[in-house]
Protein backbone atom coordinates (compact mmCIF):
# COMPACT_ATOMS: atom_id res chain seq x y z
CA UNK A 1 0.00 0.00 0.00
CA UNK A 2 2.84 2.50 1.11
CA UNK A 3 2.09 6.30 1.46
CA UNK A 4 0.37 6.81 -2.03
CA UNK A 5 -2.24 4.00 -1.21
CA UNK A 6 -2.60 5.87 2.40
CA UNK A 7 -2.67 9.49 0.82
CA UNK A 8 -5.55 7.99 -1.95
CA UNK A 9 -7.37 6.48 1.02
CA UNK A 10 -7.82 10.00 3.19
CA UNK A 11 -8.05 12.42 -0.10
CA UNK A 12 -11.68 12.99 -0.05
CA UNK A 13 -11.97 13.12 3.94
CA UNK A 14 -12.72 16.79 5.15
CA UNK A 15 -12.84 15.55 9.06
CA UNK A 16 -10.03 12.68 10.85
CA UNK A 17 -9.43 12.24 13.95
CA UNK A 18 -5.49 11.03 15.28
CA UNK A 19 -5.21 8.61 18.18
CA UNK A 20 -2.28 8.97 20.33
CA UNK A 21 -0.05 7.05 18.40
CA UNK A 22 -0.12 9.05 14.82
CA UNK A 23 0.83 12.27 16.80
CA UNK A 24 3.44 10.17 19.10
CA UNK A 25 5.07 9.16 15.85
CA UNK A 26 4.67 12.73 13.75
CA UNK A 27 6.42 14.32 16.55
CA UNK A 28 9.05 12.24 16.95
CA UNK A 29 9.78 11.68 13.63
CA UNK A 30 9.22 7.79 13.77
CA UNK A 31 10.24 6.66 10.63
CA UNK A 32 8.65 4.54 8.47
CA UNK A 33 5.28 6.60 9.84
CA UNK A 34 6.35 10.01 10.02
CA UNK A 35 7.01 9.42 6.18
CA UNK A 36 3.29 8.61 5.83
CA UNK A 37 1.81 10.84 8.55
CA UNK A 38 3.77 14.30 7.39
CA UNK A 39 1.38 14.89 4.14
CA UNK A 40 -1.54 14.11 6.36
CA UNK A 41 -0.08 16.94 9.23
CA UNK A 42 0.80 19.28 5.53
CA UNK A 43 -2.68 19.05 4.49
CA UNK A 44 -3.89 19.87 8.05
CA UNK A 45 -1.34 22.96 8.18
CA UNK A 46 -2.88 24.25 4.77
CA UNK A 47 -6.13 23.87 6.45
CA UNK A 48 -7.32 21.29 3.95
CA UNK A 49 -8.05 18.93 6.19
CA UNK A 50 -9.74 19.24 9.44
CA UNK A 51 -8.00 17.53 12.23
CA UNK A 52 -9.68 16.32 15.95
CA UNK A 53 -7.68 14.37 18.54
CA UNK A 54 -9.61 13.55 22.04
CA UNK A 55 -8.89 15.03 25.81
CA UNK A 56 -8.28 11.38 26.50
CA UNK A 57 -5.56 12.01 23.59
CA UNK A 58 -3.89 15.05 24.56
CA UNK A 59 -3.84 13.91 28.56
CA UNK A 60 -1.77 10.73 27.18
CA UNK A 61 0.46 13.05 25.26
CA UNK A 62 1.17 14.67 28.00
CA UNK A 63 2.42 11.91 30.45
CA UNK A 64 5.49 10.75 28.96
CA UNK A 65 7.13 14.28 29.34
CA UNK A 66 5.49 14.79 32.72
CA UNK A 67 6.42 11.70 33.86
CA UNK A 68 10.05 12.18 32.46
CA UNK A 69 10.17 16.03 33.72
CA UNK A 70 11.38 16.51 30.35
CA UNK A 71 9.95 20.37 30.60
CA UNK A 72 11.55 20.60 26.51
CA UNK A 73 9.55 17.77 24.92
CA UNK A 74 6.76 19.10 27.39
CA UNK A 75 6.83 22.59 25.61
CA UNK A 76 7.15 21.07 22.05
CA UNK A 77 3.56 19.11 23.06
CA UNK A 78 2.15 22.04 24.37
CA UNK A 79 2.89 24.00 21.71
CA UNK A 80 1.66 21.36 18.72
CA UNK A 81 -1.46 21.51 20.90
CA UNK A 82 -2.42 24.74 21.15
CA UNK A 83 -1.08 26.18 17.85
CA UNK A 84 -1.20 23.99 15.01
CA UNK A 85 -3.21 25.35 12.36
CA UNK A 86 -6.40 23.44 11.50
CA UNK A 87 -6.20 21.20 14.50
CA UNK A 88 -8.36 20.87 17.33
CA UNK A 89 -8.60 19.18 20.90
CA UNK A 90 -12.41 18.16 21.79
CA UNK A 91 -13.25 17.94 25.25
CA UNK A 92 -15.27 14.96 27.07
CA UNK A 93 -19.03 15.60 27.17
CA UNK A 94 -21.52 13.72 28.72
CA UNK A 95 -22.86 12.94 25.30
CA UNK A 96 -19.23 11.28 24.33
CA UNK A 97 -19.29 9.39 27.61
CA UNK A 98 -22.45 7.75 26.94
CA UNK A 99 -21.75 7.21 23.07
CA UNK A 100 -18.28 5.55 24.60
CA UNK A 101 -20.27 3.46 27.38
CA UNK A 102 -22.20 1.94 24.41
CA UNK A 103 -19.24 1.50 22.13
CA UNK A 104 -16.94 -0.55 25.17
CA UNK A 105 -20.52 -2.43 26.15
CA UNK A 106 -20.66 -3.69 22.36
CA UNK A 107 -16.74 -4.13 21.79
CA UNK A 108 -15.26 -4.67 25.09
CA UNK A 109 -12.44 -2.22 24.49
CA UNK A 110 -10.97 0.01 27.45
CA UNK A 111 -12.64 3.06 28.45
CA UNK A 112 -9.63 5.40 26.94
CA UNK A 113 -10.18 3.81 23.90
CA UNK A 114 -13.95 4.04 23.48
CA UNK A 115 -14.09 7.71 24.22
CA UNK A 116 -11.99 8.59 21.60
CA UNK A 117 -13.84 6.79 19.05
CA UNK A 118 -16.95 8.55 20.27
CA UNK A 119 -15.09 11.53 19.89
CA UNK A 120 -14.43 11.17 16.70
CA UNK A 121 -18.47 9.97 16.10
CA UNK A 122 -19.19 13.32 17.94
CA UNK A 123 -17.33 15.36 16.10
CA UNK A 124 -18.57 13.96 12.80
CA UNK A 125 -14.94 12.61 11.67
CA UNK A 126 -14.89 10.39 8.64
CA UNK A 127 -11.79 8.15 9.40
CA UNK A 128 -10.10 7.53 12.52
CA UNK A 129 -6.12 7.56 12.21
CA UNK A 130 -4.34 4.75 14.26
CA UNK A 131 -2.69 1.61 14.92
CA UNK A 132 -4.76 0.08 17.45
CA UNK A 133 -6.22 -3.53 15.80
CA UNK A 134 -8.38 -4.23 18.35
CA UNK A 135 -10.33 -0.57 16.87
CA UNK A 136 -10.74 -2.41 13.56
CA UNK A 137 -14.31 -3.86 15.45
CA UNK A 138 -15.51 -0.20 14.85
CA UNK A 139 -17.91 0.62 11.95
CA UNK A 140 -18.16 4.38 11.97
CA UNK A 141 -15.85 5.91 11.70
CA UNK A 142 -13.68 4.02 9.40
CA UNK A 143 -10.51 2.95 11.16
CA UNK A 144 -7.35 3.20 9.21
CA UNK A 145 -4.46 1.90 10.88
CA UNK A 146 -1.28 2.54 9.69
CA UNK A 147 0.46 -0.48 9.94
CA UNK A 148 -1.25 -1.79 6.89
CA UNK A 149 0.29 1.09 4.67
CA UNK A 150 3.96 0.75 6.23
CA UNK A 151 4.48 -2.98 5.73
CA UNK A 152 4.16 -2.28 1.65
CA UNK A 153 5.73 1.13 2.59
CA UNK A 154 8.84 -1.28 3.93
CA UNK A 155 8.85 -3.60 0.58
CA UNK A 156 9.38 -0.79 -1.22
CA UNK A 157 12.25 0.32 0.59
CA UNK A 158 13.62 -2.88 0.69
CA UNK A 159 13.52 -3.72 -3.61
Request: glycine share 6%.
Amino acid sequence: MGKDAFLSKIAGCQRILLDTNSIIYFLQNVNPYSTILKPLFSLCEGQKLAVFISLITEAELLVGPLKEDNKETLAKVQLFLNTFPGFKVIPISRQIGYTAASIRAKTNLRLPDALIIATAQAAGCEMIIGNDLAWSKIDYPEVILLDKYISEQMNQWKQ
